[in-house]
C-alpha cells in the first residue's frame, strides 16, 4: 500500500499532483548566476523542486590516477579520473544556501543529495524539507541510515541495484523509524535509452516495497516521464539546463527550459486524462448521445401495413425505439399511416 508524505507546502502521494524535480547537476559549469538562473528557468518550466548535489572531490573520492580511478569505456567521461570529474562537477557548497533562499523566494522546493556524512550534516543545517539519496549510494549502508536519522521524507534512486539491494537499503531505512520513503525507477546510463527503461517496474515497485514511486530520468526526451506516469509515478527527476551547447559533464542528457515546460504540460494533461475508472457518459459525451442509431421507417408505410426489413431500419439519430426492439417489430402493423423519416415508438403500432 502507497503511503503519502509531505515536502514543505506539497502533499506527494496517490491521487496527488506528480512532483516534478528539475536536476541542476553539474550544469551550472561552475558559475554562482548561472545556476541562479537555471533556478529561475526551472521554475519558469514548471518545476516544483531544484535539487542539487553536496560532494567535494575529497569527499566522495580519492585524488589518484591509478586504473582503478580511471574513466573509460564508452562513459561521455571518458579519459578522465574521477577526482578531475568531481572537480568539474561539483557545486560548491558556500553556494548551495543562497541557491536554496533563491529557488524558496521563488516558491519552489530545493534540496539535495549528500554523498557522505558530513554532507548530511550540512545539509540539515540548512533545513532543506527532503533528502535525495542518489543511485550510486544505495549501496553505502551506513550513508543511508545517517539520512533516514534525520526524519526527513526520502526519495531514493534505484539505478543498478538489484532487488535484494533496494531491499536491504529499504529495510535499512525502516529500522530507523523512519518510513517516508519514495523509490525511484533508475537506469543509470548517459543518455540512457528506450529499450533499458522497463517502466513497468514502477507499479510494481510501489507495491512490493509499500512506498510512493517514481522515475528518475535520463533518457533524451519527454517520451518517457509521461508514460511513467500513465504508469502510477509519483515524483519525475530530470536534468535541467540552460542549454545543451553548453559544456558540462551533464548537459548532454539534460533538458532545456522549453522542453522541460512541454514535459510539465505533457505530465500535467496526462493526470487529467487519466481521472478515475468511470463507465458513465460525459457531459459532453451526453450532447452526441443524439447521433446514435435507432428504429425509424425507411419507406411510407400504409396504416394495417405490416413492419418489414425494409420499411424499417436501424440508423441515425436516436430519436425511435432501441435497436434492440427491432426483431420484436417486424411483422407488426402499422396503427396508422407512417412517413420514411417517422421515428418509430410503440404507440405507432397495433
Known amino acids: 500500500m502507497e503511503t503519502t508524505f509531505t515536502v514543505g507546502s506539497r502533499i506527494i502521494g496517490p491521487g496527488r499532483p506528480t512532483y516534478i524535480i528539475a536536476e541542476m547537476s ?35 573520492t580519492l585524488d589518484c590516477d591509478t586504473a582503478p580511478f580511471r574513466i573509460g569505456g564508452d562513459s561521455p567521461w571518458a579519459g578522465k579520473n574521477l577526482y578531475q570529474l568531481y572537480g568539474e562537477a561539483y557545486t560548491p557548497w558556500e553556494w548551495q544556501p543562497k541557491l536554496f533562499d ?27 524539507p527532503v533528502h535525495k539519496i542518489a543511485s550510486f549510494e544505495i549501496v553505502d549502508i551506513p550513508l543511508v541510515e545517517k539520512i533516514a536519522r534525520t526524519g526527513k521524507p526520502l526519495i531514493m534512486s534505484t539505478g543498478m541495484a538489484t532487488e535484494d539491494e533496494i531491499r536491504e537499503a529499504v529495510e535499512a531505512i525502516y529500522a ?14 548517459y543518455p540512457a535509452s528506450f ?41 519525475i527527476e530530470k536534468h535541467f539546463t540552460l542549454s545543451r551547447k553548453d559544456p558540462g559533464p551533464d548537459s548532454a542528457f539534460s533538458l532545456e527550459p522549453a522542453e522541460f515546460k512541454a ?11 487519466l481521472g478515475k475508472v468511470s463507465y458513465s457518459c460525459s457531459a459532453k459525451e451526453g450532447a452526441n448521445r443524439m447521433f446514435r442509431r435507432s428504429l425509424f421507417i425507411s419507406e411510407d408505410v400504409r396504416a394495417g401495413e405490416s413492419l418489414t426489413e425494409k420499411n424499417v431500419r436501424s440508423v441515425r439519430p ?9 426483431k420484436e417489430v417486424i411483422g407488426k402493423k402499422a396503427s396508422r399511416d407512417l412517413k420514411m423519416g417517422t421515428p418509430l415508438s410503440w404507440d405507432l403500432l397495433e
Open 263 to 273: 514535459m510539465v504540460e505533457a505530465v500535467r494533461a496526462t493526470e487529467q486524462a
Open 318 to 326: 436516436s430519436h425511435g425505439l432501441h435497436t434492440r426492439h427491432l
Open 26 to 60: 553539474a550544469n551550472h559549469n561552475q558559475d554562482f548566476n548561472q545556476a541562479l538562473r537555471i533556478i529561475e528557468a526551472a521554475k519558469e518550466a514548471g518545476a516544483d523542486a531544484i535539487k542539487l548535489q553536496t560532494y567535494t572531490p575529497d569527499t566522495i
Open 176 to 189: 530507523t523509524g523512519n518510513r517516508k520513503l519514495a523509490l525511484l525507477k533508475c537506469t543509470s546510463a
Open 102 to 128: 533563491a529557488a524558496r523566494k521563488l516558491g519552489m522546493d530545493a534540496f539535495s543529495s549528500p554523498f557522505d556524512a558530513t554532507a548530511v550534516d550540512f545539509l540539515e543545517q540548512h533545513g532543506v
Open 195 to 235: 529499450n533499458e527503461m522497463n517502466l513497468n517496474t514502477i507499479p510494481d515497485m510501489a507495491k512490493r516495497f509499500g512506498v510512493i514511486s517514481g522515475l528518475s530520468d535520463h533518457t533524451l526526451g519527454i517520451a518517457v516521464p509521461i508514460a511513467a506516469v500513465a504508469l502510477g509515478a509519483r515524483i
